[in-house]
């Protein structure tokens, strides 16, 4: 059972260009989450998706941050107009359904690089 | 969402026990306390997750005390590979809220 795959590992974009990154959560599991980290820090909630809704959206910038998780394809996390300051590793995690405690598995994340 | 505090940074050697205690002194009723380890460029791995007592797996034991103010995880016998960073979460059912961490360093 393969687990949360996130491509791609590394990506680097100049200032003002877009960044996607892409998740695809554990077999069986309906609940996606994005998290960013900083060097040296914890990791910070971002979005909490569900097949085509988004659940909450608390922790998600305003402006250039988007997130979807489609019927059909991984979850994607979209940049646009990039700043250094978005430079960081981005993490998704995936439950199943109705998990007790809400267990989250990691994927190896993907680290944006702006330059 | 309950607030957690943890040691900064712990130091330890190969083979010895090592104990994190995590105080959560808000912690709400139904909340659970579950912590993950975290290596360097790679994402959270779940270990143990409690509610009260006792729970011990293959890798670890975590101890709640009745109160559930606070708990501690136990790693028996580390080696070089448990180096890591250890996160103790409460509660955040959809939203898990990550502190620093502790870091631990195992030596030969």
């Known amino acids: 059972n393969a687990g949360v795959m996130q491509n791609p590992r590394h990506l680097v974009r100049r200032r003002g260009q877009e960044a996607r990154l892409r998740c695809s959560p554990m077999k069986g599991h309906s609940h996606v989450y994005w998290y960013r980290q900083l060097p040296e820090e914890g990791l910070k909630f971002m979005v909490y998706l569900q097949k085509e809704n988004i659940i909450d959206e608390s922790g998600m910038p305003k402006e250039r941050f988007s997130a979807e998780f489609p019927k059909e394809g991984p979850s994607i996390l979209r940049i646009q107009q990039v700043v250094r300051g978005d430079s960081a590793a981005y993490f998704c995690a995936s439950s199943p359904a109705g998990d007790s405690g809400n267990i989250q598995y990691f994927g190896a994340g993907t680290r944006l690089s702006v330059l | ?108």
Not at chain 2, 31 to 41: C, E, K, M
Request: aromatic residues 12%; proline residues 6%; hydrophobic residues 35%.
């Open chain 2, 1 to 108: 969402l309950a607030k957690t505090t943890q040691p900064i940074s712990m130091d330890s050697y190969e083979g010895q026990e090592v104990n994190i205690t995590c105080s959560h002194n808000n912690i709400a009723t139904n909340d659970y306390i579950t912590w993950y380890q975290q290596f360097p460029s790679q994402g959270p791995r779940f270990i143990i997750q409690g509610y009260k007592t006792k729970v011990t797996n293959e890798v670890a034991s975590l101890f709640i005390p009745a109160d559930r103010k606070s708990s501690t995880l136990s790693l028996p016998r580390v080696s070089l590979s448990d180096t890591a960073v250890y996160y103790c979460l409460v509660g955040g059912y959809n939203k898990l809220i990550f502190g620093a961490g502790t870091r631990l360093a195992v030596h030969p």
